[in-house]
């Protein structure tokens, strides 16, 4: 099964675009794992609430085809705001190589909306180039999304993606 996650920095579009892509595909879609946990923290998170939440964005994902972010997302974090990561987040992005895995990297290539959650609105193109790498790191298939037209490119390198994938079965 192909697994299409949608990543990227802070308000650079990620949930907007799974939304839209949930509906066109009629699929259902793994949410964010991380806004409902900190939503429900009566304090501010620290560090060891990353592997908390890398564990719940973890069950969440199983059976899903569409993602909205992932692990990397929770290293990248915890890299970036505390100069680590926990080992066991990253032990399972290196078992995550062998699945068929998609990425759509949102440029942050739109204007920042605050929330209570995001931190790094002047961070995003470092951020974005870090994801970048990431993924290059890993080996993971990527489509960067930019522009106004984002969720017709992310339709059509879905359909592409997919059609590649099946004459490869």
Partial sequence: MLKTII???ESSGKTTLC??????FNLPFS???????????????????LLSIAQGQLESEINSQLLDTDLITIK???????GSCDKWILDQIEKQKIEKRFYLLCKPDIPWQADK?????????????????????LGHSYF???GENREQS?????RLKIRVTKSRN
């Fill in 117 to 137: 959650q995001r931190e790094n609105p002047n961070d995003r193109e470092a951020l974005f180039k870090i994801y970048k790498q990431e993924l290059e790191n």
């Fill in 19 to 24: 939304k839209a892509l949930s509906k066109h």
């Fill in 31 to 49: 949410k964010e794992y991380a806004r409902g946990y900190l939503d429900k923290l009566d304090r501010d998170y620290i560090k060891d609430d």
């Fill in 76 to 82: 990248i974090w915890s890299e970036y705001k505390y």
């Fill in 7 to 9: 990543t990227g920095p």
């Fill in 144 to 146: 960067i999304v930019e």
């Fill in 154 to 158: 992310a339709r059509d390198r879905i």
